[in-house]
């Protein structure tokens, strides 16, 4: 019976020296800014407009478009000098305060007061929607400058169907099989939400900018998909010719990339890129070099993150794209 209340008084003492060292580690993480929460609410799901929501752990607002917007009640100004941005979740902002975005900060710069920011980003498109949000858009504002935001993920078509690299291929696979997991799935979701430890260790752990960039970079040896970009960006140009609009594509590297200065092996998709828009006579601004020769390129980006931008991404492109928006 002693030995029984012993081994319960252990067994108490470790578990709450465990859970002061879990609050503890997660405060310093936190503090430190070591990790980054991921996750989005229900609302950019259901498509919801006029509401407030969460992601990536950042309070964000969405305006009667469902555009991400610095506050509730936000109003454009109403002037003809509209520049709409095209993307995905990393001109959406995700993990960064929207006065933190590229966007948010052009819009503050005194520089630019006669000009309108909309950041029409929609969370998981990809180029086969960049066309439609063109249109979209060109409805809802008028003759306006558009500058599509381009990462590297964007000719997959939302879904990375395969992984052909070696190297990464059973890593890969089996970070696949926990994923399609019911139990796992959800224990997931709802920690990446909520543990800063949980997400430093995963980060540490499945290497997910590597893994990523890996996933992406071989279906850019699939003349199909491709050819797939190509198409779009096809359907873009004409579309362009036709209402006498301009349009920009902004590049931006993957953090991987930007290790030891861009490896040019590497660099295969911005190669295949840029000879599509080469051919198509395609406006744009490629900022890998730049990302490439920043002393501390890793700092642009969220911990652990392929692609997202940190603070200091966001502050770095305002800056970078400042003199090319007109």
Known sequence: NNLHKLMKKIFINNLLITLIFFFIFEIFLRSFGLADLRGHGKELKEK???????????????????????YKEFVYKKNENKIIFIGDSVLFGSGVNEEETFV??????????????VNAAIIGNDVSENL???????????NSNFFII???????????????????????????????????????????TKSYTYLWLKGIVTKPSKRYFFESFDHYKDEEKINFFNTKIGEIKNFEKFKD??????????????????ESKFLLPQEKILKVFEERKIDYI???????????????????????????????VSKLIKNGIH
């Open 48 to 70: 919801r407009t006029n509401v407030e929501t969460t992601v990536f752990g950042k309070k964000v607002f969405l305006d009667q478009y469902g555009y991400r917007v610095p």
């Open 104 to 117: 948010g900060r052009l819009r503050k710069d005194k520089d630019n007061e006669d000009k309108s920011y």
């Open 132 to 142: 439609s949000d063109i249109k979209k858009n060109y409805k809802l504002f008028g």
């Open 150 to 192: 381009l990462t590297l993920d964007d000719i997959i078509n939302n879904k990375v169907t395969e992984n052909k690299n070696e190297e990464n291929e059973k890593n890969a696979n089996l970070i696949q099989s926990l994923k399609n997991n019911y139990f796992l799935k959800k224990i997931n979701l709802f920690l990446r």
């Open 245 to 262: 609009i301009n349009i920009k594509f902004i590049i931006l590297p993957y953090e991987y990339q930007t290790r030891n200065y861009c």
């Open 286 to 316: 490629n900022l890998t070099k730049n990302f490439c020769d920043h002393p501390n390129p890793k700092k642009l980006y969220l911990n652990f993150d392929p692609v997202h931008l940190s603070i200091k991404g966001h502050d770095f």
